[in-house]
């Protein structure tokens, strides 16, 4: 038992290791993710694609990739004017508006219903 003790407690061995465990070690490297609508690289501590805002939330979802691949399309002009027309329908007439009025607005600008 007596040595048993001096081993544990008093091994040069035992006080490298524990000396190591009291370093402080460098923080994990963030994954980097390609973004799925855009193929943008980027690390997986950012919320968003930095290049089309795609919320990372969404990478499993593929009706939400699709969804933002068909807005990543189109011209930044026609783009602008369907967030505008989405905005303002949401601030008017909010949830029941959106609702009822989404259908239309994804037909007229050509986005999958």
């Known amino acids: ?52 805002e795609f919320l990372t939330s969404g990478i499993n979802n593929d009706a939400a990739v699709q969804k933002a691949r068909d807005l990543y399309a189109m011209p930044d002009d026609k783009r602008a004017a ?3 027309k989405v905005n303002s329908l949401w601030t008017k007439g909010g949830f ?3 609702f009822r009025l989404m259908p239309e607005i994804k037909q007229e600008f050509g986005l999958a219903l």
């Open 1 to 52: 038992l007596a040595g048993f003790f001096h081993s544990l407690f008093f091994d040069e061995h035992l006080a490298q290791i524990y000396k190591d465990a009291l370093k402080k070690r460098e923080p994990p490297k963030p994954k980097q993710l390609i973004c799925p609508v855009c193929a943008h690289v980027y690390t997986s501590d950012s919320r968003q694609c930095p290049k089309c």
């Open 96 to 98: 029941a508006a959106a």
């Open 82 to 84: 369907y967030n505008r």
